[in-house]
């Protein structure tokens, strides 16, 4: 199976603050790769696909981009509503597997 | 707009038998791949099993396999997950999510867009 790592686990930021969050395939996947959000108690919102392409609705504050084994996602502007955390996703293979999450914080 | 509804989650003892069910709505059931993912309280997320919108392969998680069994009914517009032989790491909320693309190739494991709210399984005794 592809191993996702993702970097940090966790960030403090404050709202107004650019933030970056990376992910790491144990291979090349190609652009084969999704960033959700996940608030507490809620489902996972798929925010990005194939590396960068804005899912639909989806404030452009985000942005992805790489491509291969390495990627990240990043926040022009935090807003409240952002706090969450964050999971990448390859789906190049079976199984399609997730990043271990990285939990945004206010600062 | 798209709605993903789970039930049938509940509490069942190790080696037990669920049946997860998730209703579609406001898309082309019929045109979409559909997937179970699964998330362990205080944890990340796993993969499931998927079938695609032709329903030629079923896709599943090693885990799971030879246990779990997903299908989907056209006319109801459900997907479905049968759940046997159930163990303690089965624990989980189960969610349903939709493929990105209609018509997606599952020669690569298709992208979602839309999941979910969820459905809690507890396996214990």
């Known amino acids: 199976d592809i191993q996702m790592t993702q970097s940090p686990s966790s960030l403090s930021a404050s709202v107004g603050d650019r933030v970056t969050i990376t992910c790491r395939a144990s291979?090349?996947?190609?652009?084969?790769l999704a960033w959700f959000q996940q608030k507490p108690g809620k489902a996972p919102k798929s925010l990005i696909y194939?590396?960068?392409n804005l899912q639909s609705g989806v404030s452009s504050r985000f942005s992805g981009s790489g491509t291969g084994t390495d990627f990240s996602l990043t926040i022009s502007s935090l807003q409240t509503e952002d706090f969450a955390t964050y999971f990448c996703?390859?789906?190049?293979?079976?199984?399609?597997?997730f990043g271990q999450g990285t939990r945004l914080e206010i600062k | 707009q798209v709605q993903l509804v789970e039930s049938g989650g509940g509490v069942v003892h190790p080696g037990g038998s669920l049946r997860l069910t998730c209703v579609a709505s406001?898309?082309?059931?019929?045109?979409?791949?559909m997937h179970w993912v699964r998330q362990a309280p205080g944890r990340g997320l796993e993969w499931v099993a998927l079938?695609?919108?032709?329903?030629?392969?079923?896709y599943y998680a090693d885990s799971v396999k030879g246990r779990f069994t997903i299908s989907r009914d056209l006319y109801k517009s459900t997907v479905s997950l049968q759940m046997n032989s159930l163990r303690p790491d089965d624990t989980a909320v189960y969610y349903c999510?939709?493929?990105?693309?209609?018509?997606?190739?599952?020669?690569?494991?298709?992208?979602?867009?839309?999941w979910g709210q969820g459905t809690l399984v507890t396996v214990s005794s």
């Open positions: 999510a939709k493929d990105l693309l209609a018509f997606a190739s599952a020669q690569h494991p298709p992208a979602t867009d839309s």
């Open positions: 406001g898309f082309t059931f019929s045109s979409h791949g």
């Open positions: 079938v695609p919108f032709d329903g030629s392969h079923k």
């Open positions: 291979r090349d996947i190609s652009n084969y």
């Open positions: 194939d590396g960068s």
């Open positions: 996703q390859q789906y190049d293979s079976y199984p399609p597997t």
